[in-house]
């Protein structure tokens, strides 16, 4: 029976997903419905729906919005092919992708014009990692796995440099950078490690957790490469994790032996999600929900420039 649960600190919404939340929600109010998104916004499925809601249209190319309608880019970045796409059908472009996405096409763009191979550690098919491939398409390889960085087909004298996808694992891309790094002694790092301080500061936190709680529930929609994350943490230190949208995905089966849960959220879930989970196990006899340390972030990022622009010009008399 639940005694206890624990809320882990930090946890759910970064800087780069409340940008781009608030950038689309900026939109809807100073253009009006319809504002089209390319893609989701953020990988979470209830932001989605409030924002479809509200007048946003979600797309999977930029080639499905109609002639000089306003476009969101997602947080996770495009290609830019997209750019080329969008110039074409005379879209007004509002680029929402995350700051610490940016830095790392520029760093493959960097990289691609000085004549390196770049290796991509991440996920295939995840849109950044989508995105980031096309800054460079013909001198990307992309990595998955450490057994792929072993396998790795390049001659051990190659002009080599690696970036990453920013939701990673921190501990098992550590593995594949090292195996990089003893392959191909003169590959080329970034300055500062591509994964982003919110999936590493989430991830820290659950291993914090681990040692006091039971069973861990992390809040994040199945797409979230960050969410997914948080549960293989979780259960490589040997706790079990379930990913779950909502309260609703909740089995009781999984807390049925359980004394004190853990719960966390990715970084692209709202915190009423939270809310939602705990009124549950309020609703189950819980009284104590505290919270397992307190961590603050202070990261903020200002909204693209395109549409703060547009909102200053607005708000001039």
């Not at 419905?33 to 930029?62: C, S, T």
């Not at 476009?71 to 996770?76: D, F, K, P, T």
Request: some cysteine.
């Amino acid at each position: 029976m639940v005694k206890r649960v624990l809320l882990a600190s930090p946890r759910g919404y970064c800087a780069g997903v409340e940008r781009a939340v608030e950038t689309v929600e900026q939109a809807l109010e100073h253009y009006g419905a319809p504002v089209y998104v390319r893609k989701q916004i953020v990988h979470n499925i209830h932001v989605v729906r409030d924002l479809e809601a509200r007048g946003a249209i979600f797309v999977d190319e930029e080639t499905e919005v109609p002639v000089g309608a306003t476009l969101v880019y997602s947080a996770h970045g495009v290609a830019p092919s997209v750019y080329e796409n969008s110039a074409r059908r005379s879209h007004n472009v509002i680029d929402a992708t995350c700051p610490l996405v940016t830095k790392v096409h520029v760093q493959a763009r960097r990289y691609a014009d000085e004549g390196y191979t770049i290796v991509l550690i991440g996920h295939a098919g995840h849109e950044e990692v989508v995105g980031t491939t096309g800054e460079a398409p013909d001198s990307t390889v992309l990595v998955q796995t450490v057994e792929e960085a072993e396998s790795l087909d390049l001659p051990s004298d190659a002009k080599l440099a690696y970036v990453t996808q920013t939701t990673l694992s921190v501990d098992e891309t550590g593995d594949i950078i090292r195996v990089l790094r003893r392959r191909f002694p003169h590959i080329r790092a970034p300055r500062k490690e591509d994964i982003c301080y919110a999936t590493s500061n989430r991830q820290w936190a659950v291993k914090e957790m681990l040692s006091e709680v039971d069973v861990l529930l992390v809040i994040g929609s199945r797409n979230s490469s960050n969410s997914n994350r948080l549960v293989e943490t979780a259960r490589a230190g040997g706790v079990l994790a379930y990913l779950i949208d909502d309260e609703t995905e909740i089995e009781e089966s999984w807390v049925a032996d359980a004394e004190i849960v853990g719960i966390t959220s990715g970084a692209s879930a709202p915190e009423k999600l939270v809310a939602r989970v705990c009124d549950w196990f309020r609703a189950c006899g819980v009284e104590r929900i505290e919270a397992f340390r307190m961590v603050d972030e202070d990261v903020t990022f200002k909204l693209p420039v395109e549409l703060r622009r547009e909102l200053e010009l607005a708000a001039r008399p």
